[in-house]
Each structure stands twice: as C-alpha cells, then as structure tokens.
C-alpha cells in the first residue's frame, strides 16, 4: 500500500510537498495563494502554516483557494479537448478502451474497428487500424480490447467464425495482433469461444496470459457466464481454464488478470440482503497450475444493484464501481475499495460517495485504481448541457478516501445511456499519468453516433 506519509513545508507561502513511503511525490497547492486547475487544493493546517513540517500521518483538510479553477476545497478544471474518431459519423468509437502508456487501443463496434492511438510531438495519433475476417459487419468487433506492449486483442462478441453470419447472444470471438519489426499490426490468430454465449464482450491482458469473458454462457447448472484463462504456449494462444461459479449472474461481463490472480464480475448474483446484489469473484493460480475461487466480493447492503459491472485491480487493491447504487435514490452510484489483508481476504470500509447525489448520476459507471488513486466518472445533471465529471480520490493516512480533484467535461453528456443503458460502461483506461475516458455515443443523433474518447494527464492530480 502507498501511504500519505509526510508533510514538509518548502516555504512560507506557496507549496507544499507530499513524500510518500515509496519516494514518490506531489506538489499541492495550499490555500492562501492562486493554485492552477491542474493543483490539488489542500490546507496547510495551523502548525504548517508557516512551512514547518507536519507529523507523520498528520490528517489534512480541504478549503477553497482563491481563484484558478479551486472550489469547495478541490482543484476543478476542464477536461482536456475530445478526440473524434477516424472511422466515420456512426462509428461508436471509444465502446472500448486500454493503454499501455505508450499506445491506446480504442474499440468501435459500428465501424467493426479498432484503432491503435500513439503520441507525435505530443499528440495522440491513430497509427494503424485492426479489422479482421474474424469481425464482420454485425459482429461487435472492438466490443472489447485490450493491448500490452506489441501485442493487442480485439473482441468480436456476436461472431461465429470468418464467413458465418452474426448473431447476438450465440458465438463471440476474440483476434490477437502483433506489431512486427516494421511497426505494421499483424493478424495472428482467432479464436472463437468454446460455449459461445458472446465470447470477447470483455478481455484483459497481463505478459503472456489473458482473460476473456462470455457473460452468457451456459456451461454449468445454476450458474450464468464464463470467463476463460488463456495463454500463450509456443506460438499459439490456448484456453488452459474455464472460470464459473453456481448462482452467478453473467459471470464475465467485467474481467481482469494480474499475475497469478483473475477477477471476474458478475452483475445480478442474489446477495444477502438483495436479489439483484452481483458480485466479482477472485480466482488464484495454484502450484498444479489450476484456478481455484478464493473469494466472492459482495456487499452487505441493499442499496447496491449490479455490483461488479465494472472495476479496476492494481496490487492488492480492487476499486469496484456501482452506478447502480441508491442513495437515496436509484443511480445515484458509489465505488467500493477493496484491500487484501495479511491473511488473503479482501476488506472494504464501505462505499466511497459520488461528489454530487444525483439520480442516474451513476458514479462509478467508469473506474479506474492507480495506486493510491482512485478516479471514477458521474454525470451531474444539475447542469445544461449534463456534463461528465472525472473525480479523483486519494486514500488518506486513516484509510478514508478523500475527493481531491475534478475535471469536467461538458460535451460528455452522452456515456453510454443510448447504446445498451447500463450494460455498456462508460469506459475508462490508464497507464502512468494519463487516463482515457471512452465516449461511445458521444454525438448521437438520429441512430449515429461517432463517439469519442478524451486522454487526461493527470500527473497534477
């Protein structure tokens, strides 16, 4: 874990520094001078004020500095400007998204495209698009991707096979590419799903081993969905395992690999308090190098409904967004923290709020964890048009997670609601700084939307 641990007063007015257990550092602006919309706005309590140190794990507050974008103690600042697609008017261009830190891999579905996005001159570029005979018209391709150094994949969900007609909710595919000496993306193989049920709606990728899932598979009695360990065994990439579980509910329709751990969400597993709970499910790789569940993530709490449409791992950390979340009122949303303690179990404190309580403002429908970060979309509806706003939270020296800035996009009004509701997350990507919001129906008008995607740097965060 990564700890707020010292605060050190470099001057008598102006900044201060953060130095955390691991050397790392950020600058933040303390209130009584002009911070930046790219600050974060902190206090510097009584005894700092004159740039003393504070004690280890002293806890900080927040204030309004005066003017350069800081309000009700957070920095607040405009998205950086939207990337259209290159595909077209009705390309639904950001459906999915990842990055590596050196390329992002974008999906659209409408376009049967996915583009890879590298930087020149410090602009975010499309250098090749992946299409595939594996990915027809009709067939989602770019549902899902994922992408990690030279290697991508591509998901194409209602796919039967190169010449098969599509059909949604049967089949489902996925296409891995590789990027050769000269740069140029190389198809490598297809390979389609062993029990259909739109295998490739999601996908994760971590050096040598993937995760696909199928939320509508049916392999075992009682339980709905699959997701499939694959791996990369001489030239070949070969499902080694089938993940399921009795009593879940589209198993598969969120997955992540790290390391020897798999992750899987669910989105309408019965919970003990609700009948529409989810869940996401941890599997661990053992010696004889199968996969055995661990734990199922599930909270107590009846206001929660669709937990585990969506998370993002990083460590020993799972942050799980549920815009479903009711408080008090449906949509409103919230994120979940999980950390594993010393024993193997994951324990959450509870549920992060959103920065505004808005019905369907659906908090948590884009979430992402970098260490000790956790950023999260909503919508505020308060405002016309409805923007989107990107929140980011750090954990605190006491374990709270504490908003500490917010970008707002006003022309991302439209995620995800005209493309499948709450089935299609507003999507979201990151690598080092930079996080990548994927829009789908950005633009939607009569039946098209082109979409778009915005990169934010965020090392000012």
């Given at each position: 874990m990564r700890w707020l641990s010292l605060l050190v007063g470099l001057a008598a007015c102006g900044r201060y520094h953060f130095v955390d257990a691991e050397d790392a550092s950020v600058d933040a602006c303390v209130a009584g001078t002009a911070c930046t919309p790219a600050a974060i706005c902190w206090t510097g309590l009584t005894t700092c004020s004159?740039?003393?140190?504070?004690?280890?794990?002293?806890?900080?507050?927040?204030?309004?500095?005066?003017?350069?974008g800081c309000a009700s103690g957070i920095c607040v600042g405009p998205s950086d400007p939207a990337l259209g697609p290159a595909a077209g008017t009705n390309a639904y261009f950001g459906t999915s998204v990842d990055s590596d830190g050196l390329r992002i891999l974008v999906g659209a579905v409408a376009a049967n495209a996915a583009y890879v996005l590298e930087q020149n001159n410090g602009q975010w570029a499309v250098t090749a698009t992946l299409t595939s005979s594996w990915g027809p018209a009709g067939s989602d391709f770019g549902a899902a991707v994922a992408i990690q150094g030279d290697l991508a994949v591509v998901g194409s969900r209602y796919s039967r096979g190169p010449g098969m007609p599509t059909a949604s909710g049967t089949g489902g595919a996925i296409v891995i590419f590789e990027r050769n000496a000269q740069g140029q993306?190389?198809?490598?193989?297809?390979?389609?799903?062993?029990?259909g049920g739109e295998f490739g709606n999601a996908i994760d990728l971590d050096h040598g081993r993937m995760v696909v899932g199928a939320e509508y598979a049916t392999v075992i009695a009682n339980g709905w969905g699959a997701a499939y360990i694959i791996e990369q065994q001489g030239s070949a990439w070969t499902i080694v395992s089938t993940l399921t579980a009795v009593t879940a509910d589209r198993l598969g329709h969120a997955v992540q690999v790290s390391g020897d751990r798999a992750f899987a969400g669910s989105l309408w597993d019965p919970g003990p308090v609700s009948t529409e709970t989810g869940a996401v499910r941890v599997w661990e790789r053992q010696a004889d190098a199968t996969w055995l569940q661990t734990q199922t993530l599930q909270p107590d709490d009846l206001r929660v409904d669709a937990f585990g449409q969506g998370f993002s791992v990083d460590g020993d950390r799972i942050a799980v967004g549920v815009p479903a979340f009711s408080d008090p009122d449906r949509g409103t949303g919230a994120v979940y923290?999980?950390?594993?303690?010393?024993?193997?179990?994951?324990?959450?404190?509870?549920?992060?709020?959103?920065?505004?309580?808005?019905?369907?403002?659906?908090?948590?429908?884009?979430?992402?964890?970098?260490?000790?970060?956790?950023?999260a979309t909503s919508i505020d509806w308060s405002s016309t048009p409805s923007p989107v706003l990107t929140s980011v939270y750090r954990v605190m020296p006491s374990g709270e997670w504490l908003e500490v800035g917010r970008r707002i996009d006003p022309g991302g009004q439209d995620n995800g609601f005209a493309y499948g509701g709450i089935e299609v997350d507003l999507q979201m990507a990151g690598a080092g700084d930079d996080i990548v919001v994927g829009y789908p129906v950005r633009g939607y008008s009569g039946g098209r939307a082109p979409g778009a995607i915005v990169v934010q740097n965020t090392a000012g965060w």
């Amino acid at each position: 874990m990564r700890w707020l641990s010292l605060l050190v007063g470099l001057a008598a007015c102006g900044r201060y520094h953060f130095v955390d257990a691991e050397d790392a550092s950020v600058d933040a602006c303390v209130a009584g001078t002009a911070c930046t919309p790219a600050a974060i706005c902190w206090t510097g309590l009584t005894t700092c004020s004159t740039g003393d140190p504070c004690a280890l794990d002293q806890m900080l507050d927040q204030v309004a500095c005066p003017g350069g974008g800081c309000a009700s103690g957070i920095c607040v600042g405009p998205s950086d400007p939207a990337l259209g697609p290159a595909a077209g008017t009705n390309a639904y261009f950001g459906t999915s998204v990842d990055s590596d830190g050196l390329r992002i891999l974008v999906g659209a579905v409408a376009a049967n495209a996915a583009y890879v996005l590298e930087q020149n001159n410090g602009q975010w570029a499309v250098t090749a698009t992946l299409t595939s005979s594996w990915g027809p018209a009709g067939s989602d391709f770019g549902a899902a991707v994922a992408i990690q150094g030279d290697l991508a994949v591509v998901g194409s969900r209602y796919s039967r096979g190169p010449g098969m007609p599509t059909a949604s909710g049967t089949g489902g595919a996925i296409v891995i590419f590789e990027r050769n000496a000269q740069g140029q993306w190389i198809e490598q193989q297809g390979l389609l799903g062993p029990d259909g049920g739109e295998f490739g709606n999601a996908i994760d990728l971590d050096h040598g081993r993937m995760v696909v899932g199928a939320e509508y598979a049916t392999v075992i009695a009682n339980g709905w969905g699959a997701a499939y360990i694959i791996e990369q065994q001489g030239s070949a990439w070969t499902i080694v395992s089938t993940l399921t579980a009795v009593t879940a509910d589209r198993l598969g329709h969120a997955v992540q690999v790290s390391g020897d751990r798999a992750f899987a969400g669910s989105l309408w597993d019965p919970g003990p308090v609700s009948t529409e709970t989810g869940a996401v499910r941890v599997w661990e790789r053992q010696a004889d190098a199968t996969w055995l569940q661990t734990q199922t993530l599930q909270p107590d709490d009846l206001r929660v409904d669709a937990f585990g449409q969506g998370f993002s791992v990083d460590g020993d950390r799972i942050a799980v967004g549920v815009p479903a979340f009711s408080d008090p009122d449906r949509g409103t949303g919230a994120v979940y923290v999980y950390s594993r303690d010393a024993s193997g179990l994951w324990q959450t404190p509870g549920p992060i709020a959103p920065p505004l309580k808005q019905r369907d403002g659906n908090f948590g429908r884009g979430v992402l964890l970098r260490g000790d970060r956790v950023f999260a979309t909503s919508i505020d509806w308060s405002s016309t048009p409805s923007p989107v706003l990107t929140s980011v939270y750090r954990v605190m020296p006491s374990g709270e997670w504490l908003e500490v800035g917010r970008r707002i996009d006003p022309g991302g009004q439209d995620n995800g609601f005209a493309y499948g509701g709450i089935e299609v997350d507003l999507q979201m990507a990151g690598a080092g700084d930079d996080i990548v919001v994927g829009y789908p129906v950005r633009g939607y008008s009569g039946g098209r939307a082109p979409g778009a995607i915005v990169v934010q740097n965020t090392a000012g965060w």
